[in-house]
């Protein structure tokens, strides 16, 4: 296991989802928390195109549904949801905040959350099952691991450059995991919100080039096989 750098960054996003879970717990808002700061693809169809989905007309929404991409990623649906989310983002986050710099890793992890909230709402407009987790933030920040440290990179196939190549395998393989996820636990209590993660990594492969492209950025020494 490598020595982790130091990351502000992804120290402070785990305190962060730490506490707002523990201030579910001890007050026992976990519920209402959910319910509001959750994403709603529903909610946002309605704001965007009227009245047109199963959720009550005069609920009284205390937060924004602009905001809820955001508050959604700061909320998890268990202790378990939460410690594996928080192990991940503290094994890569580390790792990419050090290669990117503090701001850049923001920025990254901005853009995972918006991703993966747009995906969602393409896929399924009108669902009324709120999401939550990090997850589709932190599927940008994986995407970004395997594309930048990656040991063994594709070869251009014809006219398509190496770099494409590995882009396009990434993005299918990943896909690939999250199918298989969601049928291995089709029909269980467990609902995984496979297009939020699938929209997270590719924004993780679209910007994690373009963002490590700096002469200040030093990468880890540490390379996935």
């Given amino acids: 296991m490598p020595n982790l750098p130091r990351g502000a960054a992804t120290n402070t996003l785990v305190i962060a ?24 693809a529903a ?32 909320l998890h649906a268990g202790l378990f949801h939460l410690a594996m989310n928080m192990l991940v983002l503290v094994m890569v986050g580390r790792m990419i905040e050090a290669a990117l710099g503090t701001e850049r890793f923001v920025v990254l992890y901005t853009a995972g959350i918006i991703a993966a909230a747009a995906m969602h709402y393409a896929v399924d407009p009108l669902s009324t099952t709120p999401v939550v987790g990090a997850s ?4 940008a920040l994986l995407a970004a691991y395997f594309l ?17 190549v590995h882009i396009a395998w990434l993005a299918a393989a990943w896909t690939g995991i999250n199918l298989l996820s969601q049928f291995a636990f ?40």
Avoid: C
Wanted: glycine share 12%; net charge positive.
């Fill in 17 to 40: 989802n730490v506490l707002v879970w523990l201030a579910g717990l001890l007050t026992g808002w976990t519920e209402w928390f959910q319910v509001e700061g959750g994403f709603r």
């Fill in 43 to 74: 909610r946002m169809s309605d704001s965007l195109n009227g009245h047109a989905s199963a959720l009550p007309v005069d609920y009284p929404w205390a937060i924004p549904v602009w905001l809820t991409p955001i508050t959604s990623a700061f």
């Fill in 136 to 139: 589709g933030a932190i599927s």
């Fill in 148 to 164: 930048l440290f990656s040991r063994r990179k594709p070869q251009a196939i014809g006219p398509v450059p190496g770099l494409v």
């Fill in 186 to 225: 089709a029909g269980s209590a467990l609902g995984i919100a496979i297009w939020a993660h699938i929209g997270g990594f590719i924004a993780g492969l679209v910007l994690a080039v373009p963002l490590a492209r700096n002469p200040a950025v030093r990468r880890p020494r540490h390379d996935v096989t």
